[in-house]
């Protein structure tokens, strides 16, 4: 098994930055691909970013140039840079990854977080 737990989230100003957090705990030599989506009120779970153990991302259209995923694999955690926010990307931020290799564009995980709330004012 596998947690995670989100950190970072807050209310911000349209234009400002904000970095999210992903701190994985127990069997984390299991995990490879760590993704972050956003559901936002009355609207579905969205595609954010995504990172493979090595480092390599995948972006959303609507985040590519604004948000930058990283990851630490000595700290088992994972961030998401987010700059010049609008309010549309208001939403609940969740952490997730997965234990099997598959194509880095594939939106199947296994393990999520509980999210953390990002609220951009206009």
């Known amino acids: 098994q596998v947690q995670l737990v989100e950190s970072g989230g807050g209310l911000v100003q349209a234009g400002d930055s904000l970095r999210l957090s992903c701190a994985a705990s127990g069997r984390t030599s299991t995990m490879y691909t760590m993704g972050w989506f956003r559901q936002a009120p009355g609207k579905e779970r969205e595609f954010v970013a995504a990172i493979s153990r090595s480092g390599s991302t995948y972006y959303a259209d609507s985040v590519k140039g604004r948000f930058t995923m990283s990851r630490d694999n000595a700290r088992n955690t994972v961030y998401l840079q987010m700059n010049s926010l609008s309010p549309e990307d208001t939403a609940v931020y969740y952490c997730?990854?997965?234990?099997?290799?598959?194509?880095?564009?594939?939106?199947?995980?296994?393990?999520w977080g509980q999210g953390t709330q990002v609220t951009v004012s206009s």
């Open positions: 997730a990854a997965r234990n099997f290799i598959a194509l880095l564009t594939t939106p199947n995980y296994n393990y």
